[in-house]
């Protein structure tokens, strides 16, 4: 269990397989993201589809509404949200992070104001692992203090410090629990309801744009394993695209190649096809479902507004190269109409083709690099210069 295994290599890109409680999934991949047990306008039966391997559920948010006891009174994550593939759950520390002004973050953890009853309520590593426990997901990310796009060395210090500390409690009573669990024990958060329970825990990487504190970063986390996967944080958060892309190349030589690399909350496509060309095997991300429900759809070509008034006549599909439901069955026209119409069906077609033109892309990645050689480097040239053609969104 927890296996991963590398089948491919073409530069530093990587394609392969990592073995989880709920089957396995192949990389590279892209993780819909199910903030409140559900993608945004897709059932199970959409994400299935569209071939979904692994979906993202939010600790933060699970824990506020309904509550990590009531879903697992009702058997657990997978059972609650209908979904019997594997499950990440975050941490909850970029929920928390987007708090600003509603939280106050020290050593022991983080207090904070509930965005549902506006209660008070805290979070420390060690309940951050409880909630995802009880929650009952295939992986486990630790707690982490998410700074920034930006942020001075001064922050990135302090929040690195902080981060490797909670590391350390998060891995502690991971531990606990577990054994607790193989033993049979009884207490709070054991699973007699959710059969054949087992999960893992992944640590994440902080220490803003600057490299010496990432480098600092992923060699004291690396002391504190073995780790099953490997998370980067703290990107996407406002830096420049090339701060983000220098931050991973710097990163790349040192992360271990024996486990999964997760790049997290980074999910546009030329983001995908310059993170995978520098070795990174998971992304998740809410951009695809959020820019589907405000119009926007990815393309091989580029971003399109299906709002513009120049898709009003147009009886072609949205995208003919792709297989989902929205090209197969759908004119540009119709979906235009819905749009400026204000029905719900075109938030759930437009969500759905850019969750399925991203596991695509993740597909494509994979052939191109089992081809081996310089081939990905070849087919992503290619790919930005189609794409880039109308401009990247």
Request: hydrophobic fraction near 40%; glycine fraction near 10%; include cysteine.
């Amino acid at each position: 269990m927890f296996d991963f295994w590398i089948d491919s290599t073409s530069g530093a890109a990587r394609s392969g397989s990592l073995t989880l409680p709920h089957g396995t999934v192949e990389t590279p991949m892209f993780m819909p993201v199910g903030t409140q047990a559900t993608v945004r306008t897709l059932s199970p039966a959409d994400l299935k589809a569209v071939g979904a391997q692994i979906v993202l559920a939010n600790t933060y948010h699970l824990h506020v509404r309904p509550g990590e006891d009531v879903i697992a009174q009702l058997g657990g994550l997978h059972k609650f949200m209908a979904w019997e593939r594997p499950l990440l759950t975050d941490s909850g520390g970029f929920q928390v992070f987007s708090l600003e002004g509603f939280r106050k973050v020290d050593d022991d953890g983080v207090e904070f104001q509930s965005h549902v009853d506006g209660g008070r309520r805290k979070l420390t590593p060690e309940r951050a692992i409880e909630i995802q426990w009880t929650l009952g997901s295939d992986i486990a990310m630790a707690f982490d203090h998410v700074i920034p796009g930006g942020a001075n060395e001064a922050t990135a210090r302090d929040a690195l410090e902080r981060t490797l500390k909670w590391l350390q409690r998060c891995a502690k009573r991971h531990r606990e629990l577990t054994e607790r669990g193989n033993d049979g024990m009884t207490n709070t958060f054991q699973h007699s309801n959710i059969p054949s329970f087992r999960q893992t825990l992944w640590p994440i990487i902080q220490g803003g744009t600057l490299p010496a504190l990432r480098t600092e970063c992923l060699d004291r986390v690396m002391e504190l394993g073995p780790w099953t996967g490997i998370a980067i944080g703290g990107l996407s958060v406002g830096e420049p695209k090339d701060k983000m892309y220098q931050t991973i190349d710097v990163l790349e030589s040192r992360l271990p190649a024996t486990v999964p690399r997760y790049l997290m909350g980074v999910g546009f496509p030329a983001d995908l096809v310059a993170a995978v060309e520098r070795g990174i095997d998971v992304f998740d991300c809410v951009a695809p479902t959020r820019g589907g429900r405000n119009g926007s759809a990815y393309t091989p070509e580029g971003t399109v507004n299906i709002r513009n008034a120049a898709y009003r006549t147009d009886d072609g599909p949205l995208d003919p190269s792709c297989d989902c439901e929205t090209c197969t069955t759908y004119s540009r026209g119709y979906l235009r109409h819905l749009f400026v119409s204000g029905e719900l069906l075109g938030l759930r077609l437009l969500s759905l083709h850019n969750v399925r033109y991203l596991i695509r892309l993740a597909a494509e990645m994979r052939a191109a690099i089992q081809r081996g050689g310089d081939a990905f480097a070849t087919w992503a040239d290619d790919w930005r210069r189609r794409y880039q053609h109308t401009g990247v969104a």
